[in-house]
């Protein structure tokens, strides 16, 4: 099987590099094109580097479209002579339909939405397909999507929220997070970097705990709170101000999804 890798940015490099040192596709099969081309032009060791992404199309049978919403159309109208039949398109954006990707020229499409963990082998990469696709596509594009860490499938209109859970919660967390060592800074002697390991101890223990004894974050809260303890306090804060601050989040992102989701769109109406 031979894999296209168009646009060469941020994502684009990470699915790139991760195809190719992960062995999962041979440097002879593999193919990366960019709008820049300089920037691709060192990447002869890992890959065929091509001139154009039309070039890329025509030798390849999954294509991964890494470019920002407002270029996927202009690279469609590029490789849309070339595609292969057979070929599978991967956007990696969750917002462009595949109806309005469709409007271009209709194909067998995927959509693979990594988060940024991906770098280390341990995304949770959000796939879904249109209704072009089939099994063969789904287990190409899952065996393909492993060097990157697990794959989730979801339908297309649940998206928005799976890129929330997934893409987006590094961030949240970090936010959070963040939040949590300041309070705690400012309480304490414990040198900063102490706090932040402290943190992130807890963190991962605390999912590596819950997934091995099978526990929902509301059983491992109350192994943790003992009745008129110090943990039971600080839970009561949470329960009655977090509930509020996590539905306005979610509020928020979902009409920020919403307006990005119309702009990206109303490229493709014309
Ligand atoms: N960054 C992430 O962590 C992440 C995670 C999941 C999904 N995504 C999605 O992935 C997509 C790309 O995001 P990004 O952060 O990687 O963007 P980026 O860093 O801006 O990279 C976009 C790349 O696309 C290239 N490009 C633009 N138009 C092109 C064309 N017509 N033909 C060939 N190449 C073209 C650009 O080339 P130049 O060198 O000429 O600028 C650039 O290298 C977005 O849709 C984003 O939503 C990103």
Redesign the pocket.
């Known amino acids: 099987m031979k894999v296209g890798v168009?646009?060469?940015?941020?994502?684009?490099?990470?699915v790139l590099e991760k195809l190719a040192r992960s062995g999962a596709v041979a440097r002879e099969d593999l193919y990366v094109?960019?709008?820049?081309y300089e920037?691709i032009a060192h990447l002869g060791d890992l890959c065929r580097v091509c001139r154009s992404?039309g070039a890329l199309a025509a030798e390849t049978d999954v294509i991964f479209l890494?470019?920002?919403?407002a270029?996927?159309r202009?690279?469609l109208e590029?490789i849309g002579p070339a595609v292969r039949e057979d070929a599978l398109l991967v956007?990696?954006?969750?917002?462009v339909s595949f109806a309005s990707m469709s409007r271009i020229f209709p194909h067998k499409m995927a959509k693979a939405?990594?988060?940024?963990a991906?770098e280390i082998g341990q995304s949770q990469t959000l796939v879904c397909y249109n209704a072009l696709a089939g099994e063969g596509d789904r287990a190409a594009l899952g065996g393909l999507l492993g060097c990157l860490g697990s794959v989730i499938e979801l339908p297309e209109e649940e998206l928005a929220m799976g890129s929330e859970l997934v893409?987006c919660m590094p961030g949240f967390l970090g936010a959070l997070f963040d939040a949590l060592g300041r309070a705690a800074g400012e309480r304490t002697s414990i040198p900063e970097g102490q706090i932040l390991e402290m943190l992130l101890g807890s963190l991962s223990g605390t999912a590596a705990l819950m997934r091995e004894r099978g526990l929902s974050f509301v059983d491992v809260a109350a192994r943790v709170a003992t009745r008129g303890g110090m943990t039971e306090a600080g839970a009561a804060v949470l329960a009655e101000r977090f509930p509020a601050v996590a539905g306005e989040m979610f509020d928020r992102t979902t009409r920020r999804y919403e307006e990005i989701a119309r702009r990206a769109q109303a490229d493709f109406q014309r």
């Open positions: 168009i646009g060469y940015g941020s994502i684009g490099k990470v094109s960019n709008r820049t920037k992404s890494c470019v920002r919403p270029d996927i202009a690279v590029e956007s990696l954006n969750e917002c939405i990594p988060n940024v991906a893409s």
